[in-house]
Every structure is written in C-alpha cells, then in structure tokens.
C-alpha cells in the first residue's frame, strides 16, 4: 500500500525535524490519527546497549559530561533476508547513509533513534549495520559527545554521590518500536579515565515519554552512579580548614588581645579565600551546600572572634583586667569549641543525613 511506503519517510522526516527543533516538534491530529491507524499489531522488539568506555571530563558548572562509548542495536525482520548462496556469503555490511537509502528504497524498518541529553554533535569513530542472511540485523557504533546532566545536585557537597545518564528514544512511536535491553551489554569500562569520581552500579531502564512525533516513544536509559574521591577534598580542604581552627583557638592563650586581632582577621582572609576557590568549581546554585555551610559558619565564627577580642580590649583599656580575664577564660573552654561542635554536628544532620530539608530551606 501506498501509506505503508510513505510511513517510513514520515518517521525519517519527523527525525530531521527532531533534531533541528530539540524534540519540540508537535504533530497535526491528521498524523496521529494515521500513525496509529497503521500501528502493527505487535510493536517490532529492539534490543538495545550501551558501553561507557571512558570519561573524557566532568563539567560541574555546565552540569554536563564527556564520554566515549559504544552503541549497540538488534533486531530481526524477515523482509532483509537473503540468499547465501546467491549473494556469496552470510553477511552484508552498510555504512549508515547507505543502509537509510537501502531501507527507503525497498521501504524496510530503518531503526531511528536520538540521544536524547546530547548536547554536542556525535562523532562517530565507527559506525555499521549488519544483516545476516536470515534477516538478523546489527546496528553498531562507537561514538564520543557531550551529554546532559541536569539532575546533579550538590547539597551534600563534596559528599555528594551524582547520577550520569544516557538517554536514547526511539523515532517510532511505541506502537511501533518497543526497546529491551540487551542483557550484559549495558556496563562501564575497566578504564574510565576520570581521576576525580568513583564511577560504578550502572543500570538499564526502559520507559515511555513523548517522542518527536508527539506520542509515546520507547525510552532506553543506562545511568550509573559516581562518588567524589575524597582523598583530595580532606588534603586541600578540611585538612587546612581543622589547622586554622586550632590556630584560632590557640590565638586565646595569648595574653595580647591585639595579636589575636591581627590572627583571627588573617584567618578570616583565608576562609575568603577557600570560599572563592571552592566556588569556582560549581555553578551558581539557588542554595547551600554542605561546604557552604561550614566555610559560612567559620566565616561568622571567626568574625564573632573579632568582635569578641577588640570587647576584651577595650575592657583592659578601662582597667577592668579581671572581667576580661574572666570572660576570656569561659569562651576559652567552652564556648568556642562548643560552637564548632555544634555547627559540624548541625551540617552533617541538615546537608548529609536529610538533604531534602537543607534544599527546602
């Protein structure tokens, strides 16, 4: 029939339009209507994979990643079978362009597919579709882009654990083409490449979502989880941050309350410091992380330092030596530390143990 020619191009054609306008193309209800009007009576099964074989980078500020990897589609159909004997051997092999025109041609299933968090232009390294004589089909590719990672959250920063996805949709409609998984194939490579994040327990999910020709596409998803190295963050960072702690408190123990002074504003300085490096690192985001949090706290802390030697100061230079000893004594043993303990012990229950209030907050 003349519709079942033309259908394929259709689905060609709203591909094109798919990338050019970011799958927000709408149909018309004459193309719905048709489309599924020529629905088979059971969707055509494509097994489907995904290898990561390496981590080019990780970009926190564009909540984005870098990968290379490996596509890898099947499926059968018994209208690309052949002859053996007539064609000399069992396998024919088509670079992508010329199994699309194959496919129109002789108006066959072409396996139609976006990804659908690229960001960048796919390079493909490699690409090529198998057909053995018995109508079993083959797509592979290995290709390297940008994707998509908008879910980061680093609440818990850097203690946060992120979760990487590659998402492939079907240009069929679900009433055409159901993806399944292949099973084993889905995996991350032994070498990723990425010194920064612990990479590990990737999955595999099929679901269905709006595809380009605005119904319900099959949705494949391989995501898999990473974990800061933490090595680097306790060195840099809190390793520094606890020594001028202790250089803070130590500064109590001297009896010139101007020195103290001049300590507690070169620390705050330094907390300055750390807070703009740290920063670099992550986009602006609507709320506070973890190290946020502490390097804030420390801020104020160290501020009230401040405040609290020029009061002691000023009370020696009113001869009232023995209030200030007095009070000096009291935040010397308790109140300082004490609020270092409370703001660590208030951090790790608001940002790691329920980081769904520190986001609320």
């Known amino acids: 029939m003349l519709i079942q020619r033309i259908l394929p191009a259709v689905v060609v054609c709203l591909s094109c339009l798919g990338y050019l306008s970011a799958g927000h193309a709408q149909p018309t209800d004459e193309l719905e209507l048709l489309l599924l009007m020529q629905a088979p009576s059971e969707p055509r099964e494509v097994r489907i994979g995904v290898t990561i074989d390496q981590i080019e980078f990780v970009n926190q500020k564009a909540k984005n990643f870098g990968v290379v990897g490996t596509l890898r589609l099947e499926w059968k159909d018994p209208a690309l079978s052949f002859d053996a004997k007539d064609f000399g051997r069992e396998l024919r092999v088509f670079e992508p362009k010329a199994f699309r025109v194959f496919t129109r041609e002789n108006s066959l299933f072409y396996p139609g597919f976006i990804i659908k968090n690229q960001q960048e232009e796919r390079f493909k390294q490699s690409a090529a579709f198998l057909v053995f004589s018995s109508g079993q089909a083959f797509y592979l590719e290995t290709f390297s882009t940008v994707l998509q990672a908008p879910q980061f959250n680093f609440v818990q920063f850097p203690f946060d654990t992120q979760k990487f996805f590659v998402h492939v949709v079907s240009t069929y409609p679900v009433n055409y ?80 309350y101007r020195r103290r002074i001049d300590m507690a504003s070169a620390n705050l300085l330094i907390f300055v410091m750390f807070n703009f490096a740290i920063s670099g690192n992550l986009p602006r985001l609507g709320y506070m992380t973890f190290l946020d949090f502490i390097l804030v706290a420390m801020f104020i802390i160290t501020g009230l330092i401040i405040v609290f030697n020029v009061m002691l100061r000023r009370l020696r230079i009113k001869d009232r030596d023995d209030l200030a000893r007095k009070i000096d004594v009291y935040a010397l043993k308790w109140v300082y530390p004490f609020a270092y303990v409370m703001v660590i012990l208030w951090a790790v229950y608001q940002f790691l143990y329920q980081p769904s209030l520190a986001l609320a907050g």
């Open 177 to 256: 083409v159901k993806y399944v998984p292949i099973e084993g194939f889905s995996t991350l490579g032994d070498k990723l490449g990425e010194e920064e994040w612990e990479l590990s327990d990737s999955w595999t999910e099929v679901t269905t979502h709006e595809g380009i020709t605005g119904l319900q596409s099959s949705h494949f998803s391989f995501g898999f989880k990473g974990r800061r190295n933490l090595d680097y963050y306790f060195l840099r960072i809190f390793v520094p941050l606890v020594i001028l702690v202790f250089v803070s408190w130590a500064a109590f123990f001297l009896e010139e």
